[in-house]
């Protein structure tokens, strides 16, 4: 696999703890080790504004504030 894929940085967001573990292994099980998972959609913005992501995996239907919501 190419190794900019291998580097990226991911940010996960789903208010299901499930499905966010379930993102990561998936992830992990491609050579991609740099994941951080959120369950609040109201952290992401600060997340993204504190650090540099390559991909943003954000669940649309969350409780707060959706997926659309989040800009």
């Known amino acids: 696999m190419n190794d900019d894929i291998l580097n ?3 940010l996960i967001c789903d208010d299901s703890i499930t499905n966010v573990l379930i993102l990561e292994k998936l992830l992990e099980s491609e050579g991609i080790n ?3 998972k959120l369950t609040d959609p109201t ?3 600060p997340a993204m504004q504190n650090d540099n992501y390559d991909l943003l ?3 649309i239907e ?3 504030m959706n ?3 989040v800009k």
């Open 8 to 10: 990226l940085k991911v």
């Open 34 to 36: 740099d994941v951080t």
């Open 43 to 45: 952290k992401v913005l």
């Open 57 to 59: 995996l954000l669940d």
């Open 62 to 64: 969350m409780p707060h």
């Open 67 to 69: 997926g659309f919501e």
